[in-house]
């Protein structure tokens, strides 16, 4: 069964950063592209980032480009997302999720992880 696992959860203050792992199995990991999103209560669930297959490309939400950082170790079967210039409004639970396509849409990922807290205080 393919797993997804994230982690770095974590409590930072406003302006700090924080880094998420992804750690995947039993998937091809190099062959998907791999998408971060996040989800806030009481809000849908909303793209953040992409990964193309390599790493080599890396789209991402308007509201979180030049502060985000989309990577991958295709030899470690993990992506990361490192996030610099946090705000309040970046708390959500953070998911990754593995597709086939780099895209926006989050039915268009078929794994999924079981997403990690991130919470940004002011």
């Known amino acids: 069964q393919v797993q997804l696992v994230e982690s770095g959860v974590g409590l930072v203050l406003a302006g700090g950063s924080l880094r998420l792992s992804c750690a995947t199995s039993?998937?091809?990991?190099?062959?998907?592209?791999m998408g971060w999103f996040r989800q806030a209560p009481g809000k849908e669930r909303e793209f953040v980032a992409a990964i193309n297959r390599s790493g080599s490309n890396t789209y991402y939400a308007g509201s979180v480009k030049g502060r985000f950082t989309g990577s991958r170790d295709n030899t470690k079967n993990t992506v990361y997302l490192e996030m610099n210039s946090l705000s309040p409004e970046d708390t959500a639970l953070y998911y990754c999720?593995?597709?086939?396509?780099?895209?926006?849409?989050?039915?268009?990922?078929?794994?999924w992880g079981q997403g990690t807290q991130v919470t940004v205080s002011s």
């Open positions: 039993r998937l091809t990991f190099s062959r998907y592209v």
């Open positions: 999720a593995a597709g086939l396509f780099t895209t926006e849409d989050p039915q268009k990922y078929f794994y």
